[in-house]
T-cell receptor
Framework: DGGITQSPKYLFRKEGQNVTLSCEQN?????MYWYRQDPGQGLRLIYY???????QKGDIAEGYSVSREKKESFPLTVTSAQKNPTAFYLC?????????????FGPGTRLTVL | LAKTTQPISMDSYEGQEVNITCSHN???????ITWYQQFPSQGPRFIIQ???TKVTNEVASLFIPADRKSSTLSLPRVSLSDTAVYYC?????????FGSGTRLQVQP
């Protein structure tokens, strides 16, 4: 059963703690993305990776870090430097680098920092 | 970075056709116009994509004029389950650029 999985669905953390959100895909997609969504807002790009061992900052990368050691995995770490981390986080993947491939989204992780 | 502009919200009734127009005056040559649908607390879902002229699939049609500075998503005979946020996006090599989307409310 192919797709993108994100875990956990809900995550609670204390302020000042780092937390890592998981994103796995078995679609053999080259590109993977992390977005953040705040209530009533659109998605904002945090980081993206078009190939293994390479990634680029998106529009709101400050306070976040990523790694892409394997094609199928693109974990996102929300560090204590992120001033307002409570949000809905979405991971996505795309088959190739060309513009005409749709992105496939995971179910999302809702992070709440207490 | 090319941005899109679309209405914040729209209301419709079941069975009507809904047209949502998006402006993208600074669209780049390699941008594809892509529409996504999102329900609350779920990831966006791809609806349709086009480069120019008209594209139709089983759920929607996409109209793109020759200058590509705007596009119109057409949803035929909407139902209550079409109540969602619809995003107009420009898909390129980099990533999707999401605006705030159009919140469509379908009434019975």
């Amino acid at each position: 059963d192919g797709g993108i999985t994100q875990s956990p669905k809900y995550l609670f953390r204390k302020e000042g703690q780092n937390v890592t959100l998981s994103c796995e895909q078995n679609l053999n997609h080259d590109a993977m993305y992390w977005y953040r969504q705040d209530p009533g807002q659109g998605l904002r790009l945090i980081y993206y990776s078009q190939i293994v061992n390479d990634f680029q900052k998106g529009d709101i990368a400050e306070g976040y870090s990523v790694s892409r050691e394997k094609k199928e995995s693109f974990p996102l770490t929300v560090t204590s430097a992120q001033k307002n981390p409570t949000a809905f986080y979405l991971c996505a993947s795309k088959p190739g680098r060309d513009g005409n491939n749709e992105q496939f989204f995971g179910p999302g992780t809702r992070l709440t920092v207490l | 970075l090319a941005k899109t502009t679309q209405p914040i919200s729209m209301d419709s009734y079941e069975g009507q056709e809904v047209n949502i127009t998006c402006s993208h005056n600074n669209i780049a040559t390699n941008d594809y116009i892509t529409w996504y649908q999102q329900f609350p607390s779920q990831g966006p879902r791809f609806i349709i994509q086009g480069y120019k002229t008209k594209v139709t699939n089983e759920v929607a049609s996409l109209f793109i004029p020759a200058d590509r500075k705007s596009s119109t998503l057409s949803l035929p005979r909407v139902s209550l389950s079409d109540t969602a946020v619809y995003y107009c996006l420009l898909l390129s090599r980099r990533a999707l650029t999401f605006g705030s989307g159009t919140r469509l409310q379908v009434q019975p």
